[in-house]
């Protein structure tokens, strides 16, 4: 509380901090200050996770209050806020020290139950390191935090953790370099930053193709419709305003880095239309341009045994590193899974309209023999190729 008033206040006021008793059993603190106070319809939002101030002087993070009336609750208290006559805000809660929860018994019941439950505990926490630990596995997805805000950069990562590999930038400038060094799975972004906002970011992310195809949450205190549309021009894939509840933000995540996949199977199955529907990712022109171009050159170099990646990095004009980073992104699966799948797939054409020399099959498919493409045939189908001819004869 003494930190949110200090924050808020201008040089040289006065700060306040008031402690009494009330009736003998009501303990009540005060913290007041001589900043601008807080529009009297919004005094119930500053104590909302990641709720910001319209004030000029909005140093904070959201954070603090939510996190004073988390304590206060655990405490069975109440905390609430008025603007006080000197015309700033004064921050007041009150706590009845006569509930059970402040004598003596209780406590020493609550101390026994504790040495109870040490054992439990211990386990969770082993439980709980082990989350930790597992999230260095490489295999989880990357999420970059773009906000030069420290303490909600450092809370955003806390929250995230969890699920995803971090990494962090202080601003647009430095989350730009990072994103197309590391191609991130997915970038979480602020709007108000230095050296360069949250849209600036996202409109060179989505005009590069090597990063056209990472998904954009852009987070802000602005909730204006005009705002939202012109995020959403920049092509942000969802826009959250604050405040805003933690679960709804790891499921939006969750979602968009889920729904890649699904846009990828589409244009494989040449699906000549792409329908979205609410909640699927937005996927630019310059992806799904990408992707068709990909799938072309497969398809075109397909009989040719010796075709390898790096030919498709360089009719793409792109490093065999960015490019493999960015089709896996893109569709979950490497490029040379993608290469044996379109040829395996191939294959199972020429099976089907009829053909039944299964070495001729694989060498039009661009196996290098008969033996290698039944193994990846059965592998891949969980059938034979010979087994499947019968099947179908």
């Known amino acids: 509380m003494l930190s949110n008033a200090i924050k808020f206040s201008p040089n040289d006021s006065i700060i306040t901090v008031e402690l009494k008793l009330e009736?003998?059993?009501?303990?009540?603190?005060?913290?007041?200050?001589?900043?601008?106070?807080?529009?009297?319809?919004?005094?119930?939002?500053?104590f909302k996770l990641y709720y910001e101030t319209n004030s000029d002087n909005n140093t904070g993070t959201g954070i603090g209050l939510a996190?004073?009336?988390?304590?206060?609750?655990?405490?069975?208290g109440d905390i609430y806020a008025f603007n006080n006559e000197n015309g700033g805000l004064t921050v007041s809660i009150e706590i009845n020290l006569n509930q059970e929860i402040?004598?003596?018994?209780?406590?020493?019941q609550k101390l026994s139950g504790q040495k109870l439950r040490k054992h439990s505990i211990d386990n969770k926490q082993k439980s709980e390191n082990k989350v930790l630990k597992s999230n260095q596995d490489e295999q989880l997805?990357?999420?970059?935090?773009?906000?030069?805000?420290?303490?909600?950069?450092?809370f955003l990562k806390s929250q995230l953790q969890r699920f995803y590999q971090i990494l962090e930038a202080a601003n647009g400038k430095e989350g730009l370099v990072i994103a197309t060094n590391?191609?991130?799975?997915?970038?979480?972004s602020d709007v108000m930053m230095p050296e360069m906002d949250g849209t600036e970011l996202l409109d060179t992310l989505k005009n590069k193709t090597e990063t056209s195809h990472i998904p954009v949450i852009l987070l802000t205190a602005k909730s204006s419709v005009e705002s939202k549309i012109k995020g959403l021009h920049y092509g942000a894939d969802y826009y959250i305003t604050k405040p805003f509840d933690t679960d709804f933000l790891l499921a939006s995540i969750q979602n968009l880095i889920k729904s890649r996949k699904k846009i990828f199977e589409q244009l494989q199955s040449n699906m000549k239309t792409i329908e979205l529907q609410p909640g699927e990712i937005?996927?630019?022109?310059k992806d799904?341009?990408?992707?068709?171009?990909?799938?072309?050159?497969?398809?075109?170099?397909?009989?040719?045994?010796?075709?390898n990646i790096d030919l498709i990095a360089n009719a793409l004009n792109m490093s065999r590193v960015t490019f493999n980073r960015k089709f896996k992104s893109l569709t979950n699966i490497t490029p040379v899974e993608f290469v044996s799948e379109m040829r395996l797939k191939r294959a199972k054409q020429y099976l089907d309209a009829g053909e039944t020399d299964i070495a001729n099959i694989a060498y039009k498919a661009g196996f290098n023999g008969a033996g290698y493409?039944?193994?990846?045939?059965?592998?891949y189908y969980k059938i034979s190729p010979s087994d499947y001819l019968k099947q179908k004869q």
């Open 182 to 188: 590391k191609l991130p799975d997915l970038i979480l």
């Open 141 to 154: 997805p990357v999420v970059l935090i773009v906000e030069d805000n420290y303490e909600l950069r450092s």
């Open 373 to 379: 493409f039944s193994t990846c045939f059965k592998e």
């Open 288 to 307: 799904e341009q990408f992707l068709k171009d990909i799938i072309a050159i497969v398809e075109d170099s397909m009989t040719n045994p010796k075709f």
């Open 102 to 108: 402040f004598q003596n018994n209780y406590s020493k």
């Open 23 to 46: 009736n003998d059993t009501i303990l009540k603190i005060n913290v007041s200050d001589q900043g601008s106070g807080v529009e009297e319809n919004k005094l119930m939002d500053i």
């Open 67 to 76: 996190l004073c009336k988390e304590y206060v609750q655990l405490h069975q």
């Open 282 to 285: 937005i996927i630019t022109t």
